[in-house]
């Protein structure tokens, strides 16, 4: 951030009239670097899980943590999923009280 500002604060007093336009396309570098960071990085297994099932949760996680902690951490991601069920239906019937929705209005 601070080299942003500092690289900014050069542009802007270089006098050219052009100069926004360097800050704009600099400005643009690391978003287009996240970008790319983003295209090589593996779908959530929680994710995975909830649309596409257990088996693509789990070729997600092997290579991730081993076979082991693999089948582990997909018990506990199964485990969570049953209970998230559970915890959404209470959360609607909350939801409908009387103090919860004068709030929410």
């Given at each position: 951030q601070v080299i942003a500002s500092g690289t900014c604060c050069l542009i802007a007093h270089n006098g050219d009239p052009a100069g926004w336009r360097w800050m704009l396309g600099l400005a643009?570098?690391?978003?287009?670097?996240?970008?790319?960071?983003?295209?090589?990085?593996?779908?959530?297994?929680?994710?995975?899980l909830r649309h596409r099932g257990p088996d693509a949760a789990s070729r997600i996680l092997v290579p991730l943590r081993g076979t082991k902690e693999a089948e582990i951490e997909l018990q506990e991601l199964l485990d969570e999923a049953q209970s998230g069920t559970a915890n959404k239906a209470q959360a609607w019937v909350a939801m409908k009280r009387r103090g919860v929705r004068r709030a929410l209005a």
């Amino acid at each position: 951030q601070v080299i942003a500002s500092g690289t900014c604060c050069l542009i802007a007093h270089n006098g050219d009239p052009a100069g926004w336009r360097w800050m704009l396309g600099l400005a643009a570098v690391p978003s287009i670097a996240m970008f790319l960071g983003l295209l090589c990085l593996p779908e959530s297994p929680a994710w995975m899980l909830r649309h596409r099932g257990p088996d693509a949760a789990s070729r997600i996680l092997v290579p991730l943590r081993g076979t082991k902690e693999a089948e582990i951490e997909l018990q506990e991601l199964l485990d969570e999923a049953q209970s998230g069920t559970a915890n959404k239906a209470q959360a609607w019937v909350a939801m409908k009280r009387r103090g919860v929705r004068r709030a929410l209005a």
